[in-house]
């Protein structure tokens, strides 16, 4: 993702470039699965401190610039929207969750299921997540 890209992100969405939040979209867009804030604090090697990360990830959550994924493992999981990707959750896709390796992937192509809510009920998010054993760890 080039400097250009991650401005237009941030500016599409009314973020005010800094120097955190451009180093954590920098990493998200480097990596191709979900990740946690664990996970991008060592991909960040400790130059941005844990409370600046989580605050980043909440800013970019609310302003749709990234997909909060609950995977069962009591870290939640980050991935970059790309495009229209994800922003009702008629567009959400499912993931899955190794159970021995750790890692959540995205299956980008399978959508979630639809399901007839009753009346009255408005779903904002739809958290499909299968769990198993992965091809690598299956080996």
């Given at each position: 993702?080039?400097?250009?890209?991650?401005?237009?992100?941030?500016?599409?969405?009314?973020?005010?470039?800094?120097?955190?939040?451009?180093?954590?979209?920098?990493?998200?867009?480097?990596?191709?699965?979900?990740?946690?804030?664990?996970?991008?604090?060592?991909l960040l090697?400790?130059?941005?401190?844990?409370?600046?990360?989580?605050?980043?990830?909440?800013?970019?959550?609310?302003?749709?610039?990234?997909?909060?994924?609950?995977?069962?493992?009591?870290?939640?999981?980050?991935?970059?929207?790309?495009?229209?990707?994800?922003?009702?959750?008629?567009?959400?896709?499912?993931?899955?969750?190794?159970?021995?390796?750790?890692?959540?992937?995205?299956?980008?192509?399978i959508s979630?299921?639809?399901?007839?809510?009753?009346?009255?009920?408005?779903?904002?998010?739809?958290?499909?997540?299968?769990?198993?054993?992965?091809?690598?760890?299956?080996?």
């Open positions: 993702m080039s400097n250009t890209d991650i401005e237009s992100i941030l500016n599409d969405k009314g973020i005010k470039h800094t120097a955190n939040r451009i180093l954590v979209l920098k990493a998200l867009a480097k990596v191709s699965h979900p990740v946690s804030l664990a996970d991008l604090e060592q090697g400790f130059s941005v401190d844990k409370a600046s990360i989580f605050r980043t990830l909440e800013l970019f959550a609310e302003k749709d610039i990234v997909h909060v994924i609950e995977d069962g493992s009591r870290s939640l999981k980050y991935e970059l929207r790309h495009g229209n990707e994800c922003h009702t959750i008629f567009d959400q896709h499912v993931h899955f969750y190794c159970e021995q390796c750790k890692k959540t992937s995205c299956f980008k192509t979630v299921p639809l399901i007839d809510i009753p009346e009255g009920f408005d779903p904002h998010s739809i958290n499909y997540m299968i769990k198993g054993t992965c091809p690598d760890c299956s080996k």
